[in-house]
């Protein structure tokens, strides 16, 4: 042997010596031991020396408390982005702890005790209704729990070290800047990550209005399409607007086959009228930063099917009773699912009650691109 080989191997030797050394399993990158188990949920009650936490049991059991005692030198901390270990943290105290905020407790090796508590701060969604960079203040309209309810109002005062990130809409994996107070405007989507007590916006995540309906006409020479958007209520009138799209729009057409491939990226001046469109706007509002255009989707019920001449009969409904009747052809290659299973056309068989359709158009909608079948009683 070599006095290199003999170097090598007594080196790997020292290696395998140490990784079995006694201690050195379960050791943190900092040298200390490995946390002891991990638990998760909102707190109900907190004291000087225990802290109790509220455990869903799923929808039909009533939620589990649980109490838990606080070690003397407990460290509490927010941890920036949630409950990501190893990253970010500030430092918090027990009194910013009250009920209701999310924390992850770690707890001594023989569980009887809480070595640390990592809160969460809260989230709120919402969109702009009015932002002031001077006063630092934001009001949001956040979502109502149903239709019928009108949306609340919510206003916040913005920390003064509070980060704004500004999404340009294009989904790219560099879409996000740092931006300004400034940059706001309203209309614009927000997330806000709030302090501990919910009185101060520590973080601003932005990004455009998201637009739905359908493509009425498009001028790609102007980089402007018209859109027929949907009514919020049903007994709402449509309403029209244009838009112009920005040079780095990022444009898509969905082929409606439900494959890794079915979105490809496409010109302007390929989007089809008629079809379906979803559009991003600029955290301003003033152009689209990112469209996508697919087929529109039928609901009803199997009525028919010819395997031979490859079409399918749709009964969508007009009432309890009647049925306005709808034959289509598949394209080539057209994916069938029953009850979540890729399957035939033929297949698929007429019942009294069922099954269930869903039929994704071709972007001209004279074609069916895919077929979701589902039968009574499954899920």
Avoid at 167 to 180: A, L, M, T, V
Avoid at 251 to 268: A, I, N, P, W
Avoid at 348 to 365: A, C, H, S, W, Y
């Amino acid at each position: 042997m070599s006095n290199r080989s003999r170097i090598l191997f007594a080196s790997l030797l020292c290696m395998l010596i140490l990784a079995n050394a006694p201690g050195v399993h379960g050791q943190g990158r900092d040298g200390g031991r490995r946390p002891g188990q991990e638990v998760r949920g909102p707190i109900k009650s907190i004291d000087a020396t225990s802290i109790t936490l509220t455990f869903s049991a799923g929808r039909d059991a009533a939620p589990t408390e649980k109490t838990y005692a606080l070690a003397k030198d407990v460290e509490i901390c927010t941890g920036i982005g949630g409950f990501r270990f190893g990253g970010a943290f500030k430092e918090a105290k027990r009194a910013d702890l009250s009920e209701g905020v999310l924390v992850a407790l770690v707890l001594s090796a023989d569980q009887k005790s809480v070595e640390s508590i990592v809160a969460e701060e809260p989230l709120v969604r919402g969109q702009i209704k009015a932002v002031d960079a001077k006063k630092k203040t934001i009001t949001v309209t956040l979502q109502g729990r149903g239709r019928e309810e009108a949306a609340p109002e919510k206003s916040y005062t913005i920390a003064a070290d509070a980060e704004v990130g500004i999404d340009d809409g294009r989904g790219r994996r560099f879409s996000i800047r740092e931006g300004k107070l400034d940059d706001l405007s309203e209309g614009a989507i927000v997330t806000l990550r709030l302090s501990l007590d919910k009185k101060l916006v520590n973080s601003i995540q932005a990004e455009g209005a998201m637009v739905f309906g359908t493509l009425k006409s498009i001028d790609a020479a102007k980089r402007s399409l018209t859109i027929t958007t949907r009514p919020a209520r049903g007994d709402d009138a449509a309403e029209e607007r244009t838009v112009s799209v920005a040079k780095e729009a990022v444009v898509t057409m969905d082929d409606g086959r439900g494959r890794r491939l079915s979105v490809k990226e496409v010109k302007l001046a390929d989007l089809p009228v008629g079809s379906n469109v979803m559009v991003r706007m600029a955290v301003d509002q003033t152009f689209a930063m990112m469209l996508r255009a697919e087929g529109p989707m039928l609901s009803g019920m199997l009525k028919g099917i010819d395997a031979a001449k490859n079409t399918i009969t749709i009964g969508i409904p007009k009432s309890r009773t009647e049925f306005d009747e709808k034959t289509y052809t598949l394209i080539k290659g057209a994916r069938v699912m029953l009850d979540g299973k890729e399957t035939k056309l033929g297949d698929l068989k007429v019942e009294d009650n069922g099954p269930f359709l869903q039929l994704r158009l071709t972007l001209d909608q004279k074609s069916v691109q895919s077929v979701q079948a589902r039968q009574p009683g499954s899920r």
